[in-house]
């Protein structure tokens, strides 16, 4: 008897398949941050192997070539800029395994979608199992607050590897937002804004899946995860990102134009109108959380005004903190593209912005062609929509899956077994 499509095969699906079953359990002994690298170098140490024995001879489409490339440049840049600085030997040792521990994710997740045997079910049913697992233990996490459990749990101690902090090893069940006194949720993630990220992209790989039992259960996991993150940033791309992609797969449809016509002469009549608007949601959106957003203002003009002045193409190698003004959190934190110009200057924003951008061009042009691409396109924006409110690299642990999914579309537009029964 045929084993069922979902049922990993290879030993990179058994692999992702249980690295995703086991994020709770990862979470708890403070895990992730340190599993998620291991994943990635594994990963492509498999696909190394299927080369030396032949039993592998996939096409690498250009776009991975540029991701890629663009990692390795970001290590050269990285060099680079400790040079500069006379940083010492000891901090670039200790920067290029930062940079083995996230920008390579980048690349080789996505390199293992395109030329791995991995099958775009296993992950989509994994990611199912583990939003029911998240369902089964709410109820831990809200009753948390109210009836006196700690906040942090404990941290682990396999903090002595090193990262960013100690909330990457920390099991935090909730936290209390400040200045207002309710609760917030942020679950396996080290902040909720990222738990926010890794909401929506359970959301949007859950919705892949075929049978449609766990297609419910899988999204309800991860909407439940996006909404009590509280994050602003999930809540916009809730409404963006599934909209957006559905009617660029359907862009060649006819009955698409007819009912964009009226929306359209709609725009034109009261533009102004929506504009103001617009300006309106967006100053709603800001005093939302009016301390973090000035936080975050603060933290981009001191990291471009000292990127400009102090070093343009190469950064200053590291990540330094910023004054009494912004809390004294890191200059360029909250947003890739100023972390990588105050960290790794114009060449390392073009380093990631060459890669990105492509992959979103070749993924809406094939969009309408496949269930595939679309939600390889659904990837890319949900990482473009966040670069401009977290730093990618830093959370690439958490969201490698969706890293193998772009892959994998970036591969070619052929469709997979079933995705025309889902046109």
Known sequence: MA?????????????????????????????????????????????????????????????????????AALLLILWAGHSNFSLGTGATIKSSIGWAKGWALLALFPLAGAALNIRGEVISRAICKLGLQTLLILPIF?????????????????????????????????????????????????WSPAA????????????????????????????????????????VALLVIAPFVWGVGRIDRGWIWMLLAPVLVLIGLFGP???????????????????????????????????????????????ENGPHLVEYMPIGSHHSWYGLLFVKGLLGALALGIPLFASFGQLLWTARRSVLQRSGLAMVLVMILYSFGENLEILAYLYWPALIVMGQALVGPAPQSGDAAKE
């Not at 998620?36 to 001879?57: E, F, H, K, Q, T």
């Not at 700690?150 to 590897?161: A, H, I, Y």
């Not at 449609?212 to 809540?235: C, F, N, T």
Request: hydrophobic share 50%; glycine share 12%; proline share 6%.
């Open 142 to 190: 809200l009753a948390a607050p109210f009836i006196g459990l700690p906040e942090t749990l404990w941290t682990s101690p396999l903090k002595v590897v090193g990262g960013p902090g100690p909330e990457y090893f920390s099991t935090i069940l909730y936290t209390i937002e400040p200045g207002v006194g309710t609760a917030r949720w942020q679950f396996f993630a080290p």
């Open 196 to 235: 926010g990220m890794i909401g929506i992209i359970q959301v949007l790989l859950a919705f892949r899946e075929k049978h449609l039992g766990w297609r419910a259960i899988g999204m309800a996991g991860g909407l439940v995860i996006a909404i009590l993150s509280q994050s602003r940033l999930a809540l």
């Open 3 to 71: 084993s069922p499509t979902h049922h990993p095969q290879t030993p990179a699906e058994k692999l992702i398949a249980r690295a995703i079953g086991a994020t709770w359990p990862l979470w708890l002994i403070g895990g992730l941050y340190i599993a998620g690298p291991v994943i990635g170098w594994v990963l492509a140490a498999m696909l190394c192997w299927d080369y030396y024995l032949g039993r592998s001879n996939r096409r690498v489409p250009v776009a991975i070539w540029l991701w890629i490339g663009g990692m």
């Open 273 to 319: 109108s929506l504009l103001g608007f617009a300006d309106g949601l967006m100053n709603d959106f800001s005093s939302a959380r009016a301390d973090s957003s000035r936080v975050r203002a603060a933290l981009g003009r001191i990291a471009v005004e000292r990127w400009e002045g102090e070093a343009y193409w190469f950064g200053h190698g590291v990540v």
